[in-house]
C-alpha cells in the first residue's frame, strides 16, 4: 500500500483508539438496526441507516489500511445493497447471518491493533460467512440485471415533485485506497431515484502501462430525477467530498425553489418571516395579515384564525409552500429537542472531577463549621451560598455520568432472540423504560448479572411452546425487561410468564444440600431466595445458556456489591419477576450518622425505619445469647457496635437503638449518639480493610473526622447470628 | 484462440494490481501477433468495483484492436451503473 510517513504513522497511531471506540459504536448500531429490522423488515429508514453504518466502518477502515475490515465489510455491504435495491429480503436468516457477519466485524475491529491475534477458527468463519454472503449476492444476480432500476423514491417530501439534480464528479486520487468506490456512490444515488442519463468520466484514465490500478481517476455525470434534497444527494459523496471535484446543481420550478430554500433556512421558527425571506409574501402584506390575526380575537381564549390559513387564503401563497413551511417550523422544533450534541469525555477525566467534587463538599464543611465556631454571622452566610452552590455542581456532575439504561437493554435484544433461537422457544421480549438514567460505572456493572437472570428466564422459566399452549398460554412466551426510578433508586424488572420457581423441588434440593435444616419450612420468600445461594446451581439445572461461568449466587453478590438488592416474586404457573433495587450513585449517600464513644459511622438512610430510646436494659440478651430488643410485641436481634468494634470510652447514661431494614428483615443497631442525617461522600476502604464486616466504606467529614459506612445488609448477618466476637454483657447500661 | 485473456471472477480492488500484470503481461506475449485483435473474455467477472471498470477502460487507449467478449451479468449491471453502457456496447464483439 502507499508509504505512509512517519508523521502519518504517529498520526494513525493516535488516532486508532477513536477509530476502535467509534467503529465499536458503529457495529452496535449495526446489531440493534439488525433486529429492528426483524419487527419492521419494511422499514426503509432503519434499511439505510444500516447501510450506512456498515459504509462507515468500512469508510474508517479503508483510512486506517486495515484491509481485513475492510474486505470482509464489503462483502456485507454487497448484501446490504441488495437489500436496499429490493433484490433481497431480509429474511431471518439473512439477518442471522448478519449478527454473526457483525461479530466478526466487531472482532476485526478489536484486533486492529494486534494482527497477531487472529484465530484460525476466526478466519475460517470469516470464510464460510463470505461464502454464505455470496450465496445471497450471486444467487440474486439474475433478478438484478432483469429489474434494472426499480427507483424506489424515498417517501420524505414527495409533495414537492421530484427534482432533477444535475451531479457532476470528478474523484480524487486517494478514492479506491480510502475504501471507497465510484461504483457503490453511483448505486447508492441510483437508489435515491431514477437515473435520467449517466455518463462515465474515464477521459483521464491512463494507458494500462502508466496505470496504477489503486489510484482513481474516474469521474461521472449522472442526471437524477429524486425527491431526495440537495443533502441527501450531497450525502452520498460525504465519505469523499473532501478530495472529490463535485458539483450539484438542481433544474426546479419556481415552487421548488421556495420549498427548497425554505428547507434549506437555518432555524427560523416563524412562519411569516420564513415566507417573507423566500419572496412568497411581500413583508407588507404579512403584517397586514398579522394586525388581521390580532383583531380578529382580541379574546385569547377565543381561536385565532391561524396565519398559515390566512396566507393561503388572503395572500395567495400557494399551500404546499406554507405547508414546506409550517413542516420546516415542525422540524426546528423538534429538531432543538432531541439535536445530538455530544463531546466525548474520557471517563477517567470526568471521575478526577468528581472526586475534587468529594473533597470541595469535604472542604466546604470543614469552613462552615469555622464558620460557624467563630460565630461570624456573615461569614457563615456566606458559607451557606457556597455550599450550596458546591452542591448544585455536585449533582451536575454526578448528573454527567448518568446513562440511559436502554442502551444496555438493547444489548440485551441479541442474547434473548439467540437464546430463544437455541432452546426452541418463541419469546417476545419487551424494553420498558429504557430512558431511566443510572450511573455509567453501575451500568457497567450491572450487565452481567442482568444479562444472566435474563438467561435464566429463558431456560428454566418461559416453557416450550407445547407446553405453554397445554398451560393455556400463548405459544410465545413474554419477557419484559423495565427499569423506573424510585426514591433515589432505580428498579430493574424482569418478569416472565414462564413457570415460575418451583418452590417443593427448591426446597428439596436446599434440604438435600443442607442448606436448610431436614424437614424445616421457611416462608416462601426465603425458600425462592435458596436459588441464589452458593453451591445451588447444580449440573442438572445448569444447561450450556445459564451456565457461562456465573452462578445465581454471583449474581446476588455483584448486586449487593453495588449496595442493591434482589427480590423474587414467583406466581407458581403463572412467571416469575424478579426485582432489583440499585441506588443511582456509587459516589454519594443520604447517611444518617450514629456515634459510638468518639467513632462515628454513617448508616444510608433509605435502610433507616425508626429510632427507638432503649435505656439500656431494654437490649437483652435471649437464650441463644443474642442481643434483642422487643418493639412493639416482636423481637428484634440487635447488633451492639461498642462492642462489634471494640470502642473503648466512658460507657453512656443511655443508647438509642435504630432500626434498620435490611433485605433479609428488620434488626436494631445499638448506638450512644445520633448526629442525623447528612449527605455522604464515599471513600472506598483500603485493601487492608476488606475483610472488615459490616463495613462498606468510609466517608471524611467536615471536621476531618473519618467515618465509616456501616453495610446494613452484612451487618445483619452479624445481628443474626450468635456473637462470638460479641462479648454479651448483659449488665451493660 | 490463443489471444483471449480470460478476466477473474473478482475484477476489484483487491486484485487490480495482478491483474493489470497479468494483462500487461499478455499483451507482451501477443505483441508479435498484431493482426489478430484481442479478446477479453469477462464471462467469469461476477464481482466488479470501480477500480475494476477503471483497469477495463484502461484498455481504451491500447493502439491496436482488441475486444470483450461474453460480458457477465455482473459486469453489464456494473457498466450500466456507471454509465458505462455505451463503451461497453462499443467493445463487446458477440460471436
Not at chain 1, 277 to 306: C, F, I, N, T, Y
Not at chain 1, 409 to 434: C, H, M, P, Y
Not at chain 1, 601 to 624: C, T, Y
Request: aromatic share 4%; hydrophobic share 45%; with cysteine.
Amino acid at each position: 500500500m502507499s508509504q505512509a510517513s512517519d508523521a502519518d504513522q504517529d498520526f494513525i497511531a493516535a488516532a486508532m483508539p477513536a477509530f476502535i471506540s467509534e467503529a465499536g459504536e458503529q457495529t452496535e448500531a449495526i446489531e440493534s438496526l439488525l433486529l429492528e429490522l426483524e419487527e419492521q423488515p419494511d422499514n426503509r429508514e432503519l434499511l439505510d441507516s444500516l447501510f450506512r453504518c456498515a459504509h462507515t466502518v468500512k469508510g474508517s477502515a479503508g483510512i486506517f489500511g486495515l484491509n481485513k475490515v475492510v474486505e470482509f465489510t464489503h462483502h456485507v455491504e454487497t448484501l446490504l445493497d441488495k437489500c436496499r435495491d429490493g433484490v433481497l429480503a431480509l429474511t431471518p436468516q439473512l439477518s442471522t447471518l448478519l449478527l454473526r457477519c457483525n461479530d466478526q466485524i466487531k472482532f476485526l475491529v478489536q484486533i486492529a491493533n494486534d494482527e497477531g491475534a487472529d484465530g484460525t477458527s476466526q478466519k475460517s468463519e470469516r470464510a464460510e460467512l463470505v461464502a454464505q454472503l455470496r450465496l445471497y449476492t450471486e444467487g440474486s444476480k439474475a433478478e438484478v440485471s432483469g429489474t434494472t432500476v426499480a427507483a424506489p423514491a424515498t417517501e420524505q417530501a414527495q409533495d414537492k415533485g421530484p427534482t432533477l439534480w444535475r451531479i457532476k464528479a470528478q474523484f480524487g486520487a486517494e478514492t479506491f485506497r480510502n475504501g471507497m468506490d465510484p461504483l457503490s456512490i453511483a448505486k447508492y444515488l441510483q437508489g435515491m431515484g431514477k437515473v435520467e442519463s449517466m455518463v462515465c468520466g474515464f477521459d483521464q484514465v491512463p494507458a494500462l502501462i502508466d496505470l496504477d490500478p489503486e489510484t482513481c481517476y474516474l469521474g461521472f455525470e449522472m442526471a437524477l430525477e429524486s425527491d431526495a434534497s440537495r443533502d441527501d444527494v450531497q450525502g452520498a459523496f460525504s465519505f469523499v467530498e473532501d478530495d472529490c471535484a463535485l458539483e450539484i446543481t438542481a433544474q426546479e420550478s419556481t415552487q421548488q425553489r421556495l420549498v427548497r430554500q425554505i428547507d434549506e433556512m437555518p432555524a427560523t421558527p416563524r412562519l411569516g418571516d420564513m415566507l417573507v425571506s423566500v419572496g412568497a409574501v411581500s413583508h407588507d402584506k404579512l403584517d397586514e395579515l398579522l394586525s388581521e390575526q390580532a383583531q380578529a380575537a382580541p379574546d385569547a381564549a377565543q381561536a385565532k384564525p391561524r396565519i398559515g390559513d390566512l396566507l393561503e387564503t388572503k395572500a395567495g401563497v400557494p399551500p404546499k409552500v406554507v405547508e414546506a413551511a409550517l413542516n420546516k417550523q415542525q422540524k426546528t422544533r423538534e429538531a432543538s429537542g432531541e439535536e445530538n450534541r455530544y463531546i466525548r469525555v474520557q471517563a477517567d477525566r470526568l471521575d478526577a472531577v468528581i472526586n475534587l467534587l468529594g473533597e470541595l463538599v469535604i472542604a466546604g464543611a470543614g469552613a462552615n463549621l469555622l464558620a460557624r465556631e467563630a460565630r461570624n454571622v456573615a461569614l457563615v452566610e456566606a458559607n451557606l451560598h457556597i455550599n450550596a452552590l458546591i452542591e448544585e455542581i455536585r449533582n451536575g456532575t454526578l448528573a454527567l455520568r448518568m446513562v440511559p439504561v436502554g442502551e444496555t437493554f438493547s444489548r440485551f435484544r441479541r442474547v434473548v432472540r439467540d437464546t430463544a433461537a437455541q432452546l426452541g422457544k418463541e419469546v417476545n421480549f419487551e424494553i420498558v423504560g429504557g430512558e431511566a438514567e443510572l450511573d455509567k460505572s453501575m451500568v457497567e456493572k450491572i450487565a452481567d448479572p442482568l444479562m444472566h437472570l435474563v438467561r435464566n428466564s429463558l431456560d428454566h422459566g418461559l416453557e416450550p411452546p407445547q407446553e405453554r399452549l397445554a398451560a393455556g398460554k400463548p405459544a410465545a412466551g413474554k419477557l419484559v425487561l423495565s427499569a423506573r426510578h424510585e426514591t433515589g433508586a432505580i428498579l430493574i424488572r424482569i418478569e416472565d410468564d414462564g413457570r415460575g420457581i418451583n418452590r417443593d423441588r427448591v426446597l428439596q434440593r436446599a434440604w438435600d444440600k443442607g442448606l436448610i435444616e431436614q424437614g424445616v419450612v421457611p416462608s416462601d420468600d426465603v425458600i425462592h431466595m435458596m436459588i441464589f445461594e452458593p453451591g445451588f446451581s447444580t449440573a442438572e439445572q445448569v444447561t450450556n445458556l445459564s451456565g457461562r461461568g456465573v452462578g445465581m449466587d454471583v449474581v446476588k453478590r455483584n448486586i449487593e456489591a453495588l449496595r442493591g438488592n434482589l427480590k423474587l416474586d414467583s406466581r407458581p404457573g403463572q412467571g416469575l419477576r424478579v426485582d432489583i433495587r440499585l441506588p443511582l450513585t456509587l459516589a454519594i449517600i443520604d447517611g444518617f450518622m450514629v456515634g459510638v464513644g468518639k467513632s462515628k459511622f454513617v448508616l444510608p438512610l433509605g435502610a433507616v425505619v425508626e429510632v427507638i430510646e432503649a435505656g439500656g436494659q431494654h437490649v437483652r440478651v435471649d437464650a441463644q445469647g443474642r442481643h434483642v430488643v422487643e418493639l412493639r410485641g416482636t423481637v428484634l436481634p440487635v447488633v451492639r457496635l461498642r462492642s462489634l468494634y471494640d470502642v473503648e470510652s466512658a460507657l453512656p447514661d443511655r443508647t438509642s437503638v435504630v432500626v434498620v431494614q435490611a433485605p433479609k428483615g428488620k434488626y436494631g443497631i445499638e448506638v450512644e449518639v445520633l448526629h442525623g442525617q447528612q449527605q455522604t461522600v464515599i471513600k472506598p476502604l483500603g485493601r487492608l480493610f476488606k475483610n472488615v464486616r459490616g463495613i462498606s466504606g468510609s466517608s471524611i467529614l467536615g471536621s476531618g473526622e473519618v467515618a465509616l459506612i456501616l453495610d446494613v445488609g452484612s451487618l445483619c448477618d452479624l445481628a443474626t447470628v450468635s456473637p462470638q466476637g460479641q462479648a454479651s454483657p448483659s449488665d451493660a447500661g | 484462440m490463443s489471444a483471449a485473456f480470460d478476466l477473474p471472477a473478482e475484477l476489484n480492488i483487491y486484485g487490480a494490481l495482478e491483474t493489470r500484470d497479468a494483462l500487461l503481461a499478455w499483451l507482451a506475449a501477443n505483441a508479435g501477433a498484431d493482426d489478430q485483435p484481442l479478446a477479453v473474455n469477462a464471462a467469469a467477472v461476477a464481482e466488479v468495483d470501480g477500480a475494476g471498470l477503471q483497469l477495463l477502460t484502461a484498455l481504451t487507449r491500447l493502439d491496436r484492436p482488441w475486444h470483450l467478449v461474453d460480458p457477465s451479468a455482473a459486469l453489464t449491471q456494473a457498466c450500466a451503473t456507471l454509465g458505462l453502457s455505451q463503451w461497453l456496447a462499443q467493445h463487446v464483439v458477440t460471436d
